[in-house]
């Protein structure tokens, strides 16, 4: 479904900012893998996402999607097959336009059709109002409200059905639910799972919470300085503990992982009963 093939990237080179973000990556997800990545700040996690959406060219390698090669695809063609959220609930939604606009562009940009609001058609508009529906918030009755109005939790959720609308053949959490407090952060989740579930999505989720790392999808990759350096999946994964990953985190690249976000989850997913 998705393989990267020695995908490398150097920010800035022969300056004194240079910065090496991706070394060598080779990755493989098969159809409808759900992979969660943990890592520290300046891992690699975001601009790895940033490469396979298409934001910058790698200097080596190649990017497959479903048995297509799109190493040198445009971003924006890139996003009629590919899903993204991001952290900040105001990066995927237009605040000045209503709930049905915002569902509208991504229904056109997914599926390909370039047409005005105006071709937008009562059916359409009928799906709309059942997948919000699904998502248990009420927004099926506030179609013609501007999305600035929402929270940030009800912004998320729309995102969410934003970006899986047409079922993309990827999609890429990047910390979807980091800035939302923790109940409205499960709920999200729990509509995440639900609709990756259902649809069948391939997926890949950045994470800094280390319980849903081992516990969310089928597998676990840890990344450090631009690296993949642990995939965990199968009957490893399923006996493995918090502790246990980052025991084997510390042992494949000869340090203890320094994120305190990380470590504190690692904590409390230790000392819950």
């Not at 479904?1 to 490398?8: D, R, W």
Request: with cysteine; hydrophobic share 40%; proline share 3%.
């Amino acid at each position: 479904m998705l393989e990267l093939k020695n995908i490398s990237k150097t920010f800035n080179p022969g300056t004194v900012n240079e910065k090496l973000a991706l070394q060598k990556i080779d990755l493989n997800l098969k159809d409808g893998d759900f992979a969660t990545i943990v890592g520290s700040n300046g891992a690699g996690k975001s601009t790895m996402f940033n490469a396979i959406a298409g934001e910058f060219i790698s200097d080596t390698g190649t990017i497959t999607l479903d048995g297509q090669d799109i190493t040198f695809m445009p971003d924006y063609r890139r996003s009629k097959y590919i899903g993204r959220m991001f952290q900040d609930p105001l990066r995927g939604t237009a605040p000045h336009m209503t709930i049905e606009e915002n569902l509208a562009l991504a229904y056109l940009r997914a599926s390909g059709h370039t047409s005005s609001f105006s071709r937008i058609s009562k059916k359409d508009r009928d799906l709309f109002a059942e997948k919000l529906s699904a998502l248990g918030l009420g927004l099926e009755d506030r179609m013609k409200q501007p999305v600035g109005l929402l929270s940030g939790g009800q912004r998320q959720a729309l995102t969410l059905l934003m970006a899986t609308l047409v079922t993309p053949k990827l999609l890429l959490l990047d910390e979807h639910t980091a800035a939302l407090d923790p109940a409205t952060a499960e709920k999200v989740l729990d509509l995440t799972k639900k609709i990756v579930a259902e649809n069948h999505i391939t997926c890949l989720m950045i994470t800094h919470n280390m319980h849903d790392a081992l516990t969310l999808g089928n597998r676990t990759l840890m990344m450090d300085h631009g690296r993949i350096v642990l995939d965990v999946a199968d009957e490893e994964r399923a006996h493995m503990t918090v502790d246990g990953l980052l025991q084997r985190f510390a042992e494949n690249v000869g340090h203890a992982l320094d994120n305190d976000r990380i470590l504190l989850s690692a904590e409390q997913s230790i000392t819950t009963p």
